[in-house]
C-alpha cells in the first residue's frame, strides 16, 4: 500500500513562480500574423473612383525615400560622433597661499600656532585671450564692456550671463579624476604636517545624468599648521572621455604619436597596415607583420581582430600634470604676495558633437517611432480589408455575369484544392477524368507547382512505395 508523502506549506511567491509563464515564441508568433503589406493591391484602382490610389502610391515612394534618408543621415552623425576630434583649449591655474598667526605678525599670535591656507584655483582662457595678461586685468576689462553692454542693451546681458553659465558648467574639477597635494618631509616636521592632501571624483550614480554636489568646483582650499616654508608638487590626474594612454616606444613609432585613445590605437595600425600592403590575397584578416610590427606583437602573422587585445603591454596611463609650488609663510613674501600661475593644455568635447549627441538621444524621436508604428499598423490593416473587399468584389461580379458556369468552376477548382492537399487524386476513380487534365505538355494543369508537390507526395506514400 502506497503511503502519501506529507504534505508541507509553500510561499506564495514561489507558487506565483511556478504558474504557467507564456512561451517566448508567443510573441513572435503574434508579430508574424500582424499585416505587414502596406502596398496597394493590383487591379483595386479600377473599382475605385477618384485619385486616391495613385496619391497613395506616391506618398509611398516619398515615405521610402524620406526614410531612407533619415536613416542615412543618423548613420553619418553616429559615425561622425566617434570620429569627433578633441579640442584642446588653455586653463590657467592660480596657487595662492595665505598666513595666520605666525610669528611674525604681532605681539598678540599665540606662539606655536601659526597656521596657512592654500588655494588651487583654475579656469580655462577664452580662446582669444592672450596667457600673458594677468587675469584680473582680463576680468576689469570684461566686467567693464558688461556693465557697458548692459547700460545700452539688456539682451546683451542677457547672453553675456548665458555664456558666463556655460563657462561654469566645465569647472575646474570636470577636467580631472583625482588630485593630489605630496609633501616634501623636512627632517623636523611632524607627520600631520606632511600627509598627502587627496582627493578624488565621486562616482556617477547609476541611472544618473547629473554629477555629485561635491564633484564641481572651480577651486580647491586646504589649511594645515607650519612655520616654516614647504615644497609641494600638486599632481592633476587627467579625467577625459574616451581615455588616453601612453604609447610604448615601438608603437609609437608605428603610429607617429605619443599618447593616443584605444579606437585611435586600432584605427592607426589599420591605415598602417593598408598603407604598406600587409594584408593577405586571399584572407583580408591575415596580416604579415613587418619588422616594427614584429616588434610590437612578436610574431610573423596574426589576425587583425586580436589586435585590440594584444596593444595592451605596449599602453600605460598618461603621467599626472606635475605642478611645484613652495608654501611661503615668511614676513618678506606676504608683503607683497603673488600667485604662482601655470597654464596647462586640457581637452574638451566639440560643440558640435555635444548638439549630434542631444539628436541621437532626443527622447522625441523614439516617441515618434512608437506613433509612426501604430500608424503603420492600421494602414496595414486597412489594406488587408482592401485585399478583402476587392477579392469579394471580383467573386461576386464573375457570379453575376454567368452564374452556372461560374459555380461549376469554382466547384471543380475547391475540389482539386481539396484533391491536391488530401494527394488523393488518382486515375484509377475517374476523379481526374477532366478535359484540363488530359491536356499535357507546357501551361496544362500538370505543368505546375502545386501537381508537382501532389505527385512527390503520392510518391511517398507506404502504399505506392509497395505498388512500385
Same mark, same amino acid.
Given at each position: ?55 497613395? #502610391? ?29 579640442? /584642446?583649449? &588653455? ?24 597656521? %596657512? ?123 577625459? &572621455? ?29 591605415? %598602417? ?51 611645484? %609650488? ?28 555635444? #548638439?549630434?549627441?542631444?539628436? &541621437?538621444?532626443?527622447?522625441? /524621436? ?6 509612426? =508604428? ?12 482592401? &485585399? ?7 467573386? /461576386? ?30 486515375? =484509377? ?27 512527390? /507526395? ?11
Amino acid at each position: 500500500m502506497a503511503v502519501p508523502m506529507p504534505g508541507h506549506a509553500v510561499n506564495a511567491p514561489y507558487v506565483a513562480a511556478q504558474r504557467p509563464m507564456p512561451h517566448p515564441n508567443d510573441a513572435a508568433l503574434r508579430r508574424s500574423r500582424k499585416p505587414t503589406d502596406k502596398n496597394i493591391p493590383n487591379g483595386i484602382e479600377d473599382v475605385i473612383i477618384g485619385e486616391g490610389v495613385d496619391q497613395y #502610391k506616391s506618398l509611398r515612394d516619398l515615405e521610402k525615400r524620406l526614410d531612407a534618408a533619415i536613416v542615412r543621415k543618423r548613420l553619418d552623425i553616429q559615425d561622425s560622433i566617434s570620429k569627433t576630434v578633441k579640442k /584642446y583649449r &588653455t586653463m590657467r591655474i592660480w596657487i595662492t597661499n595665505t598666513v595666520e598667526n605666525q610669528p611674525w605678525q604681532g605681539t598678540g599670535s599665540n606662539p606655536g600656532s601659526g597656521r %596657512y591656507k592654500v588655494r588651487i584655483e583654475g579656469r580655462l582662457l577664452d580662446d582669444g585671450s592672450d596667457p600673458t595678461v594677468p587675469e584680473e586685468d582680463e576680468a576689469g576689462q570684461d566686467n567693464a564692456g558688461r556693465e557697458d553692454a548692459m547700460e545700452e542693451d539688456k539682451e546683451e546681458g542677457d547672453n553675456a550671463k548665458k555664456s558666463d553659465s556655460k563657462k561654469k558648467s566645465q569647472s575646474f574639477s570636470h577636467f580631472f579624476k583625482n588630485i593630489t597635494i605630496d609633501f616634501d618631509k623636512p627632517a623636523n616636521a611632524a607627520p600631520e604636517e606632511v600627509k598627502p592632501v587627496v582627493w578624488s571624483k565621486p562616482q556617477l550614480p547609476l541611472n544618473s545624468t547629473s554629477s555629485p554636489p561635491n564633484s564641481e568646483f572651480d577651486s580647491l582650499q586646504f589649511s594645515r599648521g607650519s612655520q616654516e616654508n614647504l615644497n609641494v608638487t600638486i599632481n592633476l590626474v587627467r579625467d577625459e &572621455t574616451p581615455e588616453r594612454y601612453k604609447l610604448s616606444k615601438e608603437l609609437a613609432e608605428v603610429l607617429d604619436v605619443e599618447e593616443e585613445t584605444r579606437s585611435g590605437i586600432v584605427l592607426g595600425i589599420w591605415d %598602417y597596415i593598408r598603407a604598406m600592403e600587409l594584408q593577405e590575397d586571399e584572407e583580408k584578416r591575415q596580416v604579415r607583420c613587418d619588422h616594427r610590427l614584429r616588434s610590437i606583437f612578436g610574431r610573423e602573422q596574426m589576425f587583425f581582430p586580436q589586435i585590440p587585445d594584444m596593444i595592451g603591454p605596449h599602453t600605460s596611463p598618461m603621467d599626472p600634470i606635475k605642478l611645484p %609650488y613652495t608654501i611661503r609663510v615668511d614676513e618678506e613674501f606676504h608683503k607683497e604676495p603673488t600667485p604662482t600661475i601655470y597654464d596647462i593644455r586640457v581637452a574638451v568635447e566639440d560643440p558640435l558633437r555635444q #548638439k549630434m549627441m542631444a539628436l &541621437t538621444q532626443n527622447t522625441q /524621436y523614439t516617441s515618434g517611432m512608437r506613433q509612426i =508604428a501604430a500608424l503603420d499598423d492600421q494602414v496595414a490593416l486597412i489594406i488587408q480589408t482592401l &485585399t478583402h473587399s476587392r477579392a469579394r468584389h471580383s467573386f /461576386y461580379t464573375a457570379l453575376s455575369k454567368d452564374p452556372a458556369t461560374f459555380l461549376r468552376r469554382w466547384v471543380n477548382s475547391q475540389r482539386r484544392d481539396l484533391e491536391t492537399i488530401l494527394g488523393d487524386a488518382s486515375q =484509377a476513380r475517374g476523379d481526374a477524368g477532366g478535359p484540363e487534365f488530359r491536356r499535357g505538355g507546357a501551361g496544362s494543369a500538370w505543368d505546375t507547382p502545386v501537381a508537382q508537390e501532389a505527385v512527390r /507526395y503520392m510518391l511517398a506514400k507506404p502504399e505506392a512505395s509497395g505498388a512500385r
